[in-house]
């Protein structure tokens, strides 16, 4: 399958060299530092579980030079979401199906003011890796999975076709009858995990460790779930007690990647994490004083330039 990964960072470069490795056809848009070291010494992913080097990948510089793809995978940062989707229009008018493996749950609605809606399929994924230096991706610990799944709840074939390709490459993939809820569950545990690990610049170890930490990581999550319902998704009322023991089970050292932004003075995402339960609660008239703390602690640093 050809495969355009926009987007090679800790997502997109990990992802994309397992189906790459894999014999998949696939083709990296990666700009920079980061995408010239690439196309001159491969991607080097260091991994406990599944470490790659693709010596000679297929790497370009931006998205109209990619001239063909079946399945844009799209891993850039929330922010240029917007100029990436106009991009892609070509090619997902030709017929390539578009995952956002993103996080958020506002980022497909930006995708739909550019693309046709039928080329949108709903992805999330779930892994700690980070580019190490120009050209290395480090991943931490052994979590690494994508969920993907139509809007309209349907297991179509290429929904299983993909989600087959991705199991041979050894990404831990399944297909969502509710990708919807799958979205906004992921979203739930990472607006705990990035607000949490971002103000205190600690990993979940320590943090979940904590009773006053651990409390306020619950009530971070519970205002998103209260959100999430107002606006029509079911989620569980276990939801947050279930993400807690899951984060239980989650390597100590791992980390979010705007905490690692933070730390390298580096733009934040938080307009669509904390930043985004807010916003959206705003619209539902809900109150959410935790994630409205966050983002006011984390604010002098969203436009990066300051490291913390």
């Given at each position: 399958m050809r495969i355009a990964v926009v987007g090679a960072g800790g997502v997109g470069g990990y992802f994309g060299s397992q189906l790459a490795a894999n014999g998949e056809d696939v083709v990296f848009v990666a700009r920079g530092a980061h995408g010239a070291a690439i196309r001159e010494h491969g991607l080097l992913v260091r991994s406990d579980e599944h470490p790659q080097h693709l010596t000679?990948?297929?790497v370009v510089e931006s998205v109209d030079r990619v001239e063909e793809a079946e399945l844009v995978v799209l891993a850039v940062k929330l922010w240029d979401t917007d100029d990436v989707a106009r991009s892609l229009a070509p090619l997902a008018e030709a017929g390539a199906a578009v995952v956002s493996l993103q996080n958020g749950v506002q980022k497909d609605d930006v995708l739909r003011r550019y693309l046709p809606r039928e080329s949108i399929l709903g992805g999330a994924c779930y892994i700690s890796a980070f580019i190490e230096s120009p050209g290395v991706i480090a991943h931490h610990g052994a979590l690494q999975r994508i969920v993907l799944g139509e809007y309209d709840r349907t297991r179509s074939d290429r929904v299983l076709d993909i989600v087959a390709r991705c199991r041979a490459a050894g990404i831990n993939a399944e297909a969502s009858d509710d990708i919807e809820r799958e979205l906004w569950e992921k979203y739930v545990f990472l607006v705990g995990m990035s607000a949490l690990t971002s103000a205190t610049r600690l990993t979940m170890g320590p943090i979940?460790?904590?009773?006053?930490?651990?409390?306020?990581?619950?009530?971070?999550?519970?205002?998103?779930?209260?959100?999430?319902?107002?606006?029509?998704?079911?989620?569980?009322?276990?939801?947050?007690?279930?993400?807690?023991?899951?984060?239980?089970?989650?390597?100590?050292?791992?980390?979010?990647?705007?905490?690692?932004?933070l730390a390298e003075g580096r733009r934040l995402e938080l307009p669509w994490l904390s930043g985004g339960v807010v916003s959206l609660a705003a619209e539902d008239g809900i109150g959410v004083p935790a994630n409205r703390t966050i983002a006011a602690l984390l604010a002098p640093y969203v436009d990066g330039g300051v490291a913390a």
């Open positions: 000679s990948p297929n979940r460790a904590n009773h006053e930490t651990r409390r306020l990581l619950a009530e971070v999550m519970a205002e998103a779930v209260a959100v999430g319902r107002a606006r029509g998704v079911h989620l569980d009322d276990g939801l947050v007690a279930e993400r807690l023991a899951f984060i239980d089970t989650v390597a100590p050292g791992m980390t979010s990647s705007m905490a690692n932004d």
